[in-house]
């Protein structure tokens, strides 16, 4: 009988439903493998040091960190 039934074995979407969740870190990574955005990744150190130095401006750290500047 022909049936509506007409599902491929090998389904990608299936199979990424199947895996684990990957992270952000490493879905990130893949993204930018992917799509060849390599700039990004000084961009985004620079947003990281910048947030460290906001979150340590605010813990005992924050004397030596102002003398920095």
């Given amino acids: ?3 509506i039934n007409h599902k491929p074995e090998n389904d990608d979407f ?3 439903a ?3 969740d990957a992270g952000l870190f ?3 990574l ?3 493998v992917e799509s060849k955005k390599w700039w990004l990744i000084p961009l985004l150190v620079a947003f990281a040091l910048v947030a460290a130095l906001v979150f ?3 813990t005992g750290a924050a004397p ?3 003398s920095l500047f």
């Fill in 14 to 16: 299936e199979q990424a």
């Fill in 26 to 28: 490493r879905e990130f």
């Fill in 1 to 3: 009988m022909g049936g």
């Fill in 18 to 20: 199947r895996q684990g």
């Fill in 30 to 32: 893949g993204f930018l």
């Fill in 56 to 58: 340590l401006g605010g």
């Fill in 64 to 66: 030596f960190i102002y």
